[in-house]
């Protein structure tokens, strides 16, 4: 599945690729022919599926990487250009959220200060800290250490994972619907500044789909759906979570330098109509 984009000799870096969505992604790079390196703290997951793709012909490697860490990064790096070469594509995917930065409900209701509910005033400040630093300081310094590489290049690209969350903050998650609002801006704010230099940078917003990271919010230990996943596929116009696979075209899409050669600072949204919808 590669919609005629042809990634031959690239070199991918994809940060957070031992999750769900990420590591699909480094699948996806590697079967359009690029060298894809496989960055995540967890270095048994990313080596997995670096496995799995030199098993089905790529090139792939996996790195053990913390994205909040500059050393971490500057290491990953050297290894990574005396392994596969220089970066040409940078996928920005570590990210997630923490419990310590949740709320128990959806509003505030008078009293619930005095009880054990956990409200807006009990938010853990290092929970916030860390989501916020997750999503946002762990694209900014991946960036930061990779696009160097891509400065003297050109066709190279910069893709943000951003999220519905973005567009409109979902309920009990501030910290994490901030941080990936700070994710979009900052895909503006890099198109502008790589603009001169031929490196276009965007990002993809999904919607709902089931991963490590949500399925505990979306179902219940006996698999039947949560009240939140009814209220989400009730907001979702086509009806029902996404398939991780429908994130491949837009990301070939926004990769393939013939097609979208003009598209910088584009944030996409792959959400089966949420964005679109009012509820009404």
């Given amino acids: 599945?590669?919609?005629?984009?042809?990634?031959?000799?690239?070199?991918?870096?994809?940060?957070?690729?031992?999750?769900?969505?990420?590591?699909?992604?480094?699948?996806?790079?590697?079967?359009?022919?690029?060298?894809?390196?496989?960055?995540?703290?967890?270095?048994?997951?990313?080596?997995?599926?670096?496995?799995?793709?030199?098993?089905?012909?790529g090139i792939a490697r996996a790195y053990k990487v913390d994205v909040l860490d500059k050393d971490s990064l500057a290491a990953a790096h050297k290894a990574i250009l005396d392994d596969l070469g220089s970066?040409?594509?940078?996928?920005?995917?570590?990210?997630?959220?923490?419990?310590r930065a949740n709320t128990d409900k959806e509003y505030y209701e008078k009293g619930d200060i005095d009880t054990d509910t956990v409200t807006f005033f009990d938010l853990d400040e290092k929970g916030?800290?860390?989501?916020?630093?997750?999503?946002?300081?762990?694209?900014?310094l991946p960036t930061q250490e990779f696009a160097k590489d891509m400065l003297d290049?050109?066709?190279?690209?910069?893709?943000n994972i951003s999220s519905?969350?973005?567009?409109?903050?979902?309920?009990?998650?501030?910290?994490?619907?901030?941080?990936?609002?700070?994710?979009?801006?900052?895909?503006q704010w890099l198109a502008v500044h790589f603009s001169k230099t031929g490196i276009r940078v965007n990002a993809v917003a999904p919607g709902f789909f089931v991963?490590?990271?949500n399925e505990k919010l979306l179902f219940?230990?006996?698999g039947t759906p949560t009240p939140r996943t009814a209220k989400i596929i009730?907001?979702?116009?086509?009806?029902?979570?996404?398939?991780?696979?429908?994130?491949?075209?837009?990301?070939?899409?926004?990769?393939?330098?013939?097609?979208a050669g003009f598209i910088t600072g584009a944030v996409i949204p792959i959400d089966g109509g949420f964005s679109a919808y009012s509820g009404v």
Avoid: H, W
């Fill in 128 to 140: 916030v800290e860390f989501v916020f630093n997750l999503n946002f300081i762990g694209t900014l």
């Fill in 234 to 259: 009730a907001a979702t116009p086509m009806g029902r979570f996404g398939e991780a696979e429908e994130l491949n075209g837009t990301l070939l899409f926004l990769l393939n330098n013939e097609a």
């Fill in 87 to 99: 970066c040409d594509i940078l996928i920005n995917g570590a990210g997630g959220n923490n419990p």
């Fill in 220 to 222: 219940n230990p006996d």
């Fill in 1 to 57: 599945m590669c919609f005629g984009t042809d990634l031959t000799n690239k070199v991918a870096v994809v940060t957070g690729a031992g999750g769900v969505i990420c590591g699909m992604y480094a699948r996806t790079l590697a079967k359009a022919g690029a060298k894809v390196a496989l960055l995540d703290r967890n270095e048994d997951s990313a080596e997995e599926i670096a496995a799995d793709i030199r098993d089905q012909g």
């Fill in 164 to 187: 519905m969350n973005a567009y409109t903050p979902l309920t009990k998650i501030p910290a994490y619907s901030g941080a990936k609002a700070a994710v979009s801006n900052f895909t």
């Fill in 211 to 213: 991963t490590k990271q």
């Fill in 153 to 159: 290049k050109e066709g190279c690209n910069i893709i």
